[in-house]
């Protein structure tokens, strides 16, 4: 019985198929380009409107609808998550084309202050790493940078006492918020059962107190000034070990040695978003204030009894020691609405007869959490 020739293979030596497949993905690529573009341009002379009008080119609230809207509509496969981040970076290029962003954060490159920023603005920004909370509201207060990215609240930890204490000094807005899950990572460049020290912030430290007490109890623990500082020293330093992100780690060559290693599931850090103005009404909004009260009884009962009274829902409420003052505080609230909202307008009116002090600190849309 004579044999068939065998099926001789493509010119590529590719399976029957494989060349039309790529073909496609090269049209649509050459499609995507052109429509991006086309998408810049409009983004362009919206800009351009904006800038003849005096208003700001960025638009944090525009820019988280557009991010929910695109993920809502999303039939996959790909998730939601994926087509926001490919959507924050065309949204970032778009921007800068128009407009050269200078965004503080806590440094250096790839703390989680600097992946919440990354989360908010993309990539086609200048971050300007700085060395403290303060400092990233002195840079925005002073006009260096546009804006800064400072950690507002922890899910573990609770509030983050230097932001509310600069809150409570510096007349800066905030325009956006940023939830951030807390993914933290044990790296090092040696074996575990080498490590004699783990470096971190103290914070990430004590969120992961329990399993370090578990997994390596003879180590020391040692306070740095950042996640990424102890990557660094991690990878300088003999049988030394951090804790930090993972993109922390691939930047100064770590291992990952154990993953997701905090204590509580569902870790998250709220970051704000500080600038000089506030974020338009978008529909799903949150409004925070800061206010002092007389001392005296009933005092913060009758104040915090005006949101109630209006039907508006607190989210986050803090109070905060006012320095060189005996007994004398300050407090943070958060409410669902806006600012422009009648309900929110009359609730601030309200605080505004019974407290000594009011500040909007800003409005903004409510962001679901990232990373």
Not at 222 to 231: F, G, I, N, R, Y
Not at 302 to 314: C, E, H, S, T, V
Not at 344 to 371: D, F, M, W
């Amino acid at each position: 019985m004579a044999k068939h020739p065998a099926k001789p293979p493509s010119a590529a030596g590719k399976p029957a198929g494989l060349a039309a497949l790529r073909a496609q993905i090269d049209r649509i690529d050459r499609e995507l380009v052109e429509r991006m573009n086309e998408r810049a341009r409009l983004a362009g002379q919206i800009g351009a409107i904006k800038q003849s009008n005096g208003q700001q080119t960025y638009d944090p609230s525009r820019e988280e609808t557009v991010l929910e809207r695109v993920a809502a509509t999303n039939p996959g496969p790909l998730s939601g998550d994926s087509v926001k981040a490919v959507f924050r970076e065309l949204i970032s290029g778009s921007r800068a084309i128009e407009q050269h962003l200078r965004v503080a954060h806590l440094g250096p490159a790839w703390t989680y202050s600097h992946l919440a920023a990354l989360h908010r603005f993309g990539s086609s920004v200048e971050f300007v790493p700085v060395a403290s909370i303060s400092a990233a509201f002195e840079e925005v207060h002073a006009g260096h940078s546009h804006y800064g990215v400072v950690p507002l609240e922890n899910s573990t930890d609770g509030r983050i006492a230097d932001t509310l204490d600069n809150f409570s000094r510096l007349p800066v807005k905030i325009c956006a918020e940023v939830p951030l899950r807390i993914h933290h990572n044990l790296l090092a460049a040696c074996d575990r059962s080498a490590i004699q020290a783990v470096y971190s912030r103290p914070q990430a430290l004590s969120q992961c107190r329990n399993w370090l007490a578990r997994h390596l109890p003879d180590a020391r623990l040692v306070e740095v000034t950042s996640t990424s500082a102890a990557a660094e020293t991690a990878a300088k330093a003999l049988h030394a070990a951090a804790i930090a992100s993972r993109q922390a780690g691939v930047h100064h060559g770590l291992d990952v040695l154990a993953e997701n290693i905090e204590d509580v599931a569902g870790n998250t850090t709220r970051f704000a978003v500080i600038g000089h103005a506030d974020a338009a009404r978008t529909g799903r909004d949150k409004t925070a204030l800061m206010f002092e009260i007389e001392h005296r009884p009933g005092g913060l009962a009758d104040a915090l009894a005006i949101p109630k009274k209006q039907r508006l829902n607190l989210t986050w409420i803090e109070s905060f020691p006012l320095p060189g003052e005996e007994r004398g505080y300050v407090f943070f609230v958060e409410l669902e609405g806006h600012r422009d909202d009648l309900r929110v307008r009359r609730a601030i009116q309200a605080l505004e007869k019974r407290c000594t002090r009011v500040v909007i600190l800003g409005s903004y849309a409510s962001a679901a959490a990232v990373g």
